[in-house]
T-cell receptor, first 111, second 113 residues
Framework: GENVEQHPSTLSVQEGDSAVIKCTYSDSASNYFPWYKQELGKGPQLIIDIRSNVGEKKDQRIAVTLNKTAKHFSLHITETQPEDSAVYFCAASNSNYQLIWGAGTKLIIKP | DTGVSQNPRHKITKRGQNVTFRCDPISEHNRLYWYRQTLGQGPEFLTYFQNEAQLEKSRLLSDRFSAERPKGSFSTLEIQRTEQGDSAMYLC???????????FGPGTRLTVT
């Protein structure tokens, strides 16, 4: 069935450095790729997303890249800050709007 | 705050009891989803409504689970005869028809003792 793999499971970076989280998907019909940030005890928060007709999207310190040929997409956070510490989830969706989720990455920002 | 609200935020119940959770989506969103999330995992799809119609249910959804959205606005999720394995965070999300973006509520944390 459809599957989304996410790596790494834990990422520790120094404050101010960049963080990269990668996901691969199996369904070639997937056309929508959101990233969610989840803080402890809260619901997931949509932080950025990308459609299949775009290769890259940027919003301030956050960017997402998509390689449809290789079926992978990545989240890039630059100039990391303590408030970026959270669990990040990638997901993929095809035309049925159903989200298939990655297992999550715990991002730790070291002061 | 995404505009999706869920109540209660926390629920502790004894095994065998019934519980009901409520979700109020963003007002103009006609699509509503329920998910379950256990510690260290991503959200797991449970069921999906378009307006008041329940269009999809996960095969993993036990007969003890039932969801309603009677007027196409708020939704309720009921779990009958709760088991310890039902302990999890129950999340609600909503979106508008043509858009992919799902917005999540804060969740209801269920603990079954």
């Amino acid at each position: 069935g459809e599957n989304v793999e996410q790596h790494p499971s834990t990422l520790s970076v120094q404050e101010g450095d960049s963080a990269v989280i990668k996901c691969t998907y199996s369904d070639s019909a997937s056309n929508y790729f959101p990233w969610y940030k989840q803080e402890l005890g809260k619901g997931p928060q949509l932080i950025i997303d990308i459609r299949s007709n775009v290769g890259e999207k940027k919003d301030q310190r956050i960017a997402v890249t998509l390689n449809k040929t290789a079926k992978h997409f990545s989240l890039h956070i630059t100039e990391t800050q303590p408030e970026d510490s959270a669990v990040y989830f990638c997901a993929a969706s095809n035309s049925n709007y159903q989200l298939i989720w990655g297992a999550g990455t715990k991002l730790i920002i070291k002061p | 705050d995404t505009g999706v609200s869920q109540n209660p935020r926390h629920k502790i119940t004894k095994r065998g009891q019934n519980v009901t959770f409520r979700c109020d989506p963003i007002s103009e969103h006609n699509r509503l989803y329920w998910y379950r999330q256990t510690l260290g995992q991503g959200p797991e799809f449970l069921t999906y409504f378009q307006n008041e119609a329940q269009l999809e249910k996960s095969r993993l959804l036990s007969d003890r689970f039932s969801a309603e959205r009677p007027k196409g606005s708020f939704s309720t999720l009921e779990i009958q005869r709760t088991e310890q394995g039902d302990s999890a965070m129950y999340l609600c999300a909503s979106r508008t028809g043509p858009n992919y973006e799902q917005y999540f509520g804060p969740g209801t944390r269920l603990t079954v003792t």
